[in-house]
């Protein structure tokens, strides 16, 4: 004896419906990694005195934000090394960024060269015959996705970028960003 079929029922279409919705937004509201690179690096002020060279820079970073909230941060320090060493820093100022978009800022910098002279010299100046200088960056932000009016979600963004650029021009020839999410639970 065959099975007798179903007749088609609107409170199970308007469940299938609402669940089908639900995991589709639970699917696309799962936080994403925001997106950080490097644009360019342009000097504002370059000074020769005893101790060495000191420069200061802009740092133009191209912001992605590709979850479906805006996200809230706090200021943050960007901690600039040459072959390990410290050479100097860059502030980014609290703020925020609304859902799905990008943007460019620009981050001021400062950097010593009283490091790069006194434990790098010879890297340093086989970099620039070669016109190849690695830099790494490394920075975490934090801050606050609000979803509602209720609830905020906090968050930490980790951020490495090891940038190849020309030590003459500084114009920059390659780069290798990674960005790491750690999410808390607790608000």
């Known amino acids: ?15 299938g419906a609402i669940i089908g919705a639900t995991t589709a937004a639970l699917v696309s509201a799962k936080p994403l990694d925001p997106t950080f690179e490097l644009i360019s690096i342009d000097i504002t002020s370059f000074k020769l005195n005893l101790t060495g060279i000191d420069a200061e820079l802009i740092i133009t970073v191209h912001l992605n934000n590709p979850n479906i909230v805006s996200v809230n941060y706090n200021s943050a320090t960007m901690s600039i090394s040459y072959d390990g060493s410290t050479l100097g820093s860059a502030q980014l100022e609290a703020g925020s960024q609304p859902a799905r978009t990008c943007r460019v800022i620009r981050l001021p910098a400062r950097l010593s060269g009283l490091e790069l002279l ?20 490394r920075v975490d932000v934090d801050g606050a996705a609000r979803v509602g009016l209720w609830w905020e979600h906090r968050f930490r963004v980790h951020v490495e970028s090891r940038v190849l650029v020309d030590p003459v021009f500084l114009d920059v020839i390659e780069q290798d960003n990674k960005s790491e999410m750690e999410l808390f639970v607790t608000n």
Do not use: Y
């Open 118 to 137: 006194a434990h790098h010299k010879a890297r340093f100046m086989a970099d620039v015959a070669k016109r190849e200088m690695l830099i790494d960056a």
């Open 1 to 15: 004896m065959a099975p007798k079929p179903r007749q088609w029922s609107w409170p199970s279409a308007a469940v």
